[in-house]
């Protein structure tokens, strides 16, 4: 049988979607088995693991065990994957920085808050123009925390029959009390435009009212992310439901560099014309500059180089900045 100890270890790491000890804390108990003579349970116990392990292999590079995966109506209105992505990874304002890991200290320590009456922030607005980290910064807070990711399938969501959308979105909200996770919402003015606008029909107004009213009543432990490019275009009343708003904007000189050297750390080279790199960088997204980088990048692999010359990583960079 199994000890105390791995029967809480298992649990924890069921809890915390960490599939490697969950596989090795299984293994540990295969083990104590046949060795106390129970050959039989043994065996079983290491079908189901390799069974488990061939899963594993099926996820993405760092994931985890699937132990959560969206089921019935949720499968098609819920992709889930498990990010190992960190903060530490993302290259943000200062601003950005210290709002996010008060997010993650405070989410950690929502127990010892909750003991004082207080609640750890878990709605969060992400804005900014596209391709600068908001829906990134979801993945890294799910890595952080070790929760799964559940990202929010509009196609799938918004129908053309009434009362369906906002059924969906009460079944999503319903998900976050069973299942702990980070749910996100991107493209999020898809189903929180204003109201008033001129060209809303009734049912959006429904949707976003539900919307409204589940997130004002949501007291679960997931994380509720929302993220959008088009800041203008939300309702008012949106803005209060959230715990925090989180602003994102193009990279300043000091990112620019900090994302290129991490991009190309492995293509180092030791003089870089700094200058006039940043100057054809500047205005671009992080998601333009990675792609630049990438194409500097896979041109000196292809040429049998182990730098990457600078002069192609001008041009690619001014190439994307013709093409935005």
């Given at each position: ?51 488990i392990r061939g899963r594993q292999t099926s996820v993405k590079m760092g994931g985890a065990v699937p132990i959560v995966r969206p089921s019935g109506e949720l499968a098609s209105v819920l992709s889930a994957s498990y990010p190992s992505t960190r903060l530490s990874e993302m290259v943000l304002a200062a601003e950005q920085t210290d709002a996010l890991q008060q997010v993650v200290l405070e989410y950690r320590q929502k127990t010892k808050l909750s003991e004082f009456g207080l609640c750890s922030r878990r709605k969060l607005l992400l804005i900014g123009p596209p391709g600068c980290g908001k829906t990134m910064t979801s993945h890294a807070l799910a890595g952080e ?180």
């Amino acid at each position: 049988m199994a000890t105390a100890e791995q029967i809480k270890a298992l649990l924890r790491s069921y809890s915390d979607a960490d599939g490697e000890r969950f596989v090795s804390v299984a293994m540990q108990i295969a083990a104590h088995a046949a060795r106390t003579g129970k050959g039989r349970l043994a065996s079983e116990l290491k079908e189901l693991i390799q069974d488990i392990r061939g899963r594993q292999t099926s996820v993405k590079m760092g994931g985890a065990v699937p132990i959560v995966r969206p089921s019935g109506e949720l499968a098609s209105v819920l992709s889930a994957s498990y990010p190992s992505t960190r903060l530490s990874e993302m290259v943000l304002a200062a601003e950005q920085t210290d709002a996010l890991q008060q997010v993650v200290l405070e989410y950690r320590q929502k127990t010892k808050l909750s003991e004082f009456g207080l609640c750890s922030r878990r709605k969060l607005l992400l804005i900014g123009p596209p391709g600068c980290g908001k829906t990134m910064t979801s993945h890294a807070l799910a890595g952080e925390l070790k929760l799964p990711h559940f990202a929010v399938q509009l196609h799938s969501l918004i129908t053309k029959f009434m009362g369906e959308t906002a059924a969906k979105l009460h079944t999503i909200f319903e998900a976050m009390q069973e299942t702990r996770g980070v749910y996100l919402f991107d493209e999020f003015d898809a189903i929180g435009s204003e109201r008033a606008a001129g060209n809303d029909v009734g049912e959006i107004r429904r949707v976003l009212n539900s919307f409204l009213q589940f997130l004002e009543q949501d007291e679960s432990d997931s994380l509720v992310i929302a993220a959008t490019n088009c800041v203008g275009m939300l309702d008012e009343a949106l803005f209060r439901r959230f715990d925090d708003i989180v602003r994102y904007g193009r990279p300043d000189e000091a990112a620019v560099r900090k994302l290129i050297q991490n991009r190309l750390a492995s293509f180092a080279a030791h003089r870089m014309p700094w200058k006039k790199i940043i100057a054809a960088a500047i205005d671009l997204s992080h998601a333009e500059i990675c792609r630049a980088c990438d194409d500097a990048a896979k041109d000196s692999v292809l040429k049998d180089k182990c730098t990457v010359a600078p002069a192609k990583l001008v041009y690619s960079l001014e190439a994307r900045k013709r093409d935005s």
